[in-house]
């Protein structure tokens, strides 16, 4: 049904798919509808003009009723069309399998077999084939297949690469599978969504290719009608009596269109990246739909952040993966943001500069203001000015930022020039200068190398380089150390610490580690489904958490000497945040909570410094003294 749902909101795909249905409905019922034999002639009656009495679509230069022969001549295309697209998907998967999943010698023999095929214009082979097997249908079907094989061989093959490596597969062969099962159970339900994209963006001009055949009169024979052989027998009549060519080129143009479209609603569909919803063309910034008038900033600072709010609609099913989240960051301040995968860290700080994917993602309230400066809902030319250079963002995954097919010195250097005029070699310099930064050895040659040439570590070296590139006054830093080996971990963290205290810079830092908040961090705010649970000071948090999920994610951190320490695992698993339940969304874990923090909202509530969402609280925040 998710599957259908998501074909559907694709409006162009949609229509494809009712056309194609139609067609397939009439050629399925020509046999039992009341038309003429297709195959009769009445030379009487030769080239009939459309709308006559007794032969709706006319008659052809043997006096042979067109709608019939159209009708018929469909059904033979469509089943041809068809046919050959299942059987070069059947034997060019089969044959990509096996080059990418043996690899080495096999995959070389075999593909570059494949290669000589796809040297040979595809068209020609297809002559060739049917020039020695002879003219006929099912000969020009085989043609039509086999000159597809290589296309398909190639794709599933590409796809079979990537698969056979995974950690699953290796399991499996461990296991003691044999090589037949484990194509079979592994990786064949792997790849059989890339067959029928393929297969249903190929069927298209397998039917064009089977009617050129027929057109050159290698298809199909007198008197069996298709469509090509009834465009190949109307040619000679086209200017004199045109509705004899008009009427099949008709439906080869509605066939092939439709197929494509549907084709292309099949492939967006069957794409897991897609499945969020993002059928529809993405916007450049996130969409913003404030139900609400944008509130007042109740805090002071480079970057500040009130009432937020970030949902992902997909179909009827609403997410609210930020909900009401106030922060800010004071210049020379690193505010440290912490919390279990998916409770909204990242999706927080991806809305500051409207990098959340739109569709799905939509802002529905809140603000986000850099000096003084609203960026929720801001034109796209003003955050494309600020973003790399006023606020900068170091990505979790390096590969996020860096573009597999240039240097990372060429991408530096882009990173440069985009915001400042300045040349390619003091853009150069600069980025040989931040790799050095960011402790790169070599950082000349290494500018020179792409990212795949790099290890991990390196890459998200280089995604801290280019976050520093434009000396801006807001980096977010969202996991930025999780590559990195200890030693160099602590390399960046005194970079960054050393960045903010020179040059006044603010860090919003997304962690897991509460050994790089305490180390880094001023400030820590506590997120749990979509909220913040817990503010404050870093080492007062640390030293006496308020709020029982805080104290409960402190408690499962081994400490240095204290080997004999319990660590105490939090039950349960976070909420679904599309059905969060009502009070406080941790009640289900919280070895303290009644029937009182299951009702109404519960609020974030402190002294000045300190603030809990908590009704029963692990400690009492202090009357605030400053």
Known sequence: MTFLKLLIRNRLAAAGAVVMALVLLLALITPILPLPDPDVTNTSNRFVKPFSEGHLLGTDHLGRDLLARLMYGTRLSLAVGIAAAIF????????????????????NIIMRGVDMLMAFPYILLALAIVAALGPGLTNALIAVA??????????????????????????????????????????????????????????????????????????????????????????SALITNPHTSIVPGVMILIIVMAINLLGDGVRDALDPRLRSGALTRPRPSTAVARTSEIPKPRETGTMVLTDLETQFHVGQRVYKAVSKVSLHVEPGECLGVIGESGSGKSVTALSIMGLVASPPGVITGGSARYDETELIGAPYEKLRRYRGDKVAYIFQDPLATLHPLYTVGDQLCEAIRVHHKVSKKEAWQRAVALLKQVRIPNAEGRAKVYPHEMSGGMRQRVGIAMALANDPDVIIADEPTTALDVTVQAQILALLNDLRKERGLSIIFITHDFGVVAQLCDRVAVMYAGRIVETGPTQAVLDDAAHPYTRRLIACVPELGEGRRELHAIPGLPPAVDKLPAGCAFAPRCDKADALCQVGTIELEGNGTRAVRCIFPETKLSEDVA
Not at 91 to 104: E, T
Not at 200 to 206: C, E, F, K
């Open 88 to 107: 070069a998907a059947i034997f060019g998967a089969a044959i990509g399998i096996i080059a990418g999943y043996f690899g080495g010698k096999t995959d």
């Open 146 to 235: 086999a000159v597809n094989i290589p296309f398909f061989a190639r794709n599933i093959r590409g796809v079979t690469v990537g698969i056979a490596h995974k950690e699953f597969v290796d399991a499996a062969k461990l296991a003691g599978e044999g090589h037949l099962r484990i194509i079979l159970t592994e990786i064949l339900p792997n790849v059989i969504p890339v067959i029928v994209i393929a297969m249903s963006t190929t069927i298209g001009w397998m039917i064009l290719e089977t009617a050129g055949l027929s057109f050159l009169g290698l298809g199909s024979q007198p008197p069996q009608a298709d469509l090509g052989s009834m465009l190949g027998e109307a040619r």
